[in-house]
């Protein structure tokens, strides 16, 4: 049943559209990078580069990935939910639904198919990501120690001290973009076509996300709560040293939601009503 379900997902055309859209987003940042990445070096440390004598080559290909990793990885739950909140909507849309469940599985079943086909979904963009975005600007600008500058920190990683970095933050993000593939299947298992699970995960993302970014009283209550604040947590493997505590905190309150919304679903699925 897995095997069926993920030749549906990577048998339709548009499942490619989020791999067409992360290519040339990526392609577009290397371009401009390659281009005009020198003065934008400059520009970035001119103010660090008075203080510390910067050696090296500064633009490489670790610096160009965590550029595209800060770009993409806030849009890449968008393109999630494009295929993940069709999962079981479509069904229901194309009058499959009622022939699937006269088979004999169980409906929990079929939710947790639906959901790990969208999670492999999932997996695969991220995989793609770090080809494109990782192995592709290593190949093209090489290698070399990674600035991070923050607003409050400047953070000198060495060269060997960068690449398993970047492995842990993305099985970090892994875990966050399996939280929005549980967010869309459970928003799939309430309507009978695609448009709407796909524009409500797309909503709560984006309000939610405001919430994390604002910084008011109100909102600082509820932050600690929400999983958008959690899901940037991959960026603390660039901190020296690595805050592994607010990470771990970071990766279980996911884990909790990731549970949650897949419970949930399972518990609507069951009650949904096929025959009317």
Known sequence: ??????????????????????????????????????????????????????????LN????????????????????????????????????????????????????????????????????????????????????????????AFIMLLEDDVLWRYGAALAFAALAMATVAALSVFMSAFADNSVGPIIGTMGVIVVLTIFTNLELPLFNLVKPYLFTTHMVAWKGFFDVPVPYEAIAQSAIVLTIYIIGFVVATMVVFNKKDILS
């Open 1 to 58: 049943m897995l095997r069926i379900e993920l030749y549906k997902i990577f048998s339709r055309p548009r499942t490619y559209i989020s791999f067409a859209v992360i290519t040339a987003i990526t392609f577009i940042i290397q371009l401009a990078m390659y281009v005009d990445g020198s003065s934008f070096v400059e520009f970035a440390i001119q103010g660090v580069g008075d203080q510390f004598d910067i050696q090296g080559r500064v």
């Open 61 to 152: 290909g670790y610096l160009i990935t965590y550029l595209i990793l800060q770009s993409l990885l806030v849009q890449v739950p968008l393109l999630i939910a494009l295929v993940a909140g069709d999962v079981l909507a479509g069904e229901a849309n194309m009058g499959t639904l009622r022939l699937l469940l006269t088979k004999p599985i169980s409906r929990t079943k079929v939710v947790w198919v639906k959901f790990v086909s969208s999670l492999v979904y999932a997996l695969a963009l991220l995989l793609w990501l770090a080809i494109i975005g990782l192995g592709a600007s290593v190949l093209i600008f090489g290698t070399g120690d990674l600035i991070n500058l923050k607003s409050d």
